[in-house]
């Protein structure tokens, strides 16, 4: 694992190290010319589980921008093909389910699955976490996983969907079932949490990717617990992000198992501070769509980022969500030096 003493890890400690870490999420993927050479010819989810491609594709961004942190190169539906559910990414639409999951019968069905199976499947993960933090050296690798809900929601509505009417309802409808379906993907995230700090990850980042869609109330009662139970029992730092979860940004906490919360663009970081208390990191959060502003405009907002941040115990720099494929990788490497104190 990494230096205890790297900024990003003693930033999720509390700490203020002499300069804001930064790293990007999606800074791996499809915004590098690298990237995409590379994956010719290979599907996304054999990519993520071909342990020489996975770590090349999470060190590409490391080498160019120089961030204090590596993502690990994967896809949130990776833990579920692990257990052994049929799930293909279709291009220009994303993850897509053979049989989805909107009875009680399907939720038995899927549950029955032991999640020790994401563990023992895993080794492809292993061998490319250990591969990566091989050359990262001192500098940390985040570990990812996908919350349960957002898990879920993938599961009941059979792929991607903008309001999550299935999932939603379901919640109200059969909330034994709905349970019993979060609890079985918080132990899924779990155990692919596990493999990939048995493989030498320092940190993990839970990904709630459309927390967003729920109510304040129904996001208390039937997501967060779940989310906690994913990240209780990691034994490193542990960063909460979800999507549009400005409205009850506190309970992102977790009950204080979080040791980061991320904010999306949508709140500035001073406001999230203050809603998270004293006692937590934040992470993030300049908008993705100032990557493509006029410099002067992007760097003005950068630095507003860094001032709201002083307002937290610690603050990581990050977006308010991922890179957009399109964007220019020069203009990354300039926000990290930005970051950084660097003459840009």
């Known amino acids: 694992m990494a230096a205890a003493d790297a900024p990003l890890l003693r930033a999720l400690r509390g700490d203020r190290p002499e300069r804001t870490p930064v790293w990007f999420m999606r800074q791996a993927g499809r915004s590098l010319p690298e990237y995409r050479e590379l994956r010719v010819g290979t599907r ?5 589980l071909t342990p020489d491609l996975a ?22 539906v990776i833990p579920l093909r692990l257990a052994g559910i049929e799930v293909e990414i279709q291009p220009g639409r994303g993850p897509v389910f053979a049989d989805p999951v909107r009875s009680a019968a399907d939720v038995a069905r899927v549950t029955a699955i032991d999640p020790e199976r994401v563990a023992e499947a895993a080794g492809p993960v292993r061998e490319a976490v250990r591969l990566v933090t091989a050359e990262l050296g001192d500098t940390p690798l985040i570990g990812f996983a996908g919350a349960p809900f957002t898990l879920a929601a993938y599961l009941v509505e ?11 309802a379901m919640m109200h409808a059969d909330p034994r079932a709905w349970h019993r379906l979060a609890e079985w993907l918080a132990a899924v995230s779990a155990a692919f949490l596990r493999a990939q700090i048995e493989g030498g990850a320092s940190a ?14 129904d996001y208390r009662a039937f997501a967060a617990p779940h989310s906690r139970a994913a990240l209780e029992d990691v034994t490193v730092p542990r960063i909460h992000f979800g999507v549009g979860t400005g409205p009850f940004l506190d309970a992102m906490r977790l009950d204080g198992v979080a040791d980061a919360v991320g904010a999306d663009w949508r709140m500035p970081l001073n406001e999230a501070a203050a809603l998270l208390g004293r006692d937590v990191t ?7 769509a ?23 115990r610690a603050h990581i720099f990050n977006l308010g969500h991922g890179v957009p494929p399109e964007t220019d990788p020069d ?12 003459a840009v």
């Open 204 to 217: 993990v980042q839970l990904f709630d990717s459309w927390a967003g869609s729920l109510s304040t109330a």
């Open 290 to 312: 100032l990557l493509t502003a006029p410099a002067d405009v992007l760097f003005a907002a950068v630095d507003d980022v860094l001032a709201r941040g002083r307002a937290a």
């Open 158 to 168: 059979g792929g991607p969907s903008k309001e999550h009417l299935r999932a939603r």
């Open 331 to 342: 203009v990354l490497s300039r926000i990290v030096a930005r970051v950084h104190g660097e």
């Open 44 to 48: 996304m989810l054999d990519a993520c």
């Open 55 to 76: 770590a090349e594709i999470t060190l590409q961004p490391v080498r160019r921008h120089g961030v204090d942190a590596g993502i690990f190169f994967s896809d949130i």
């Open 282 to 288: 934040v992470q993030g959060n300049l908008d993705p």
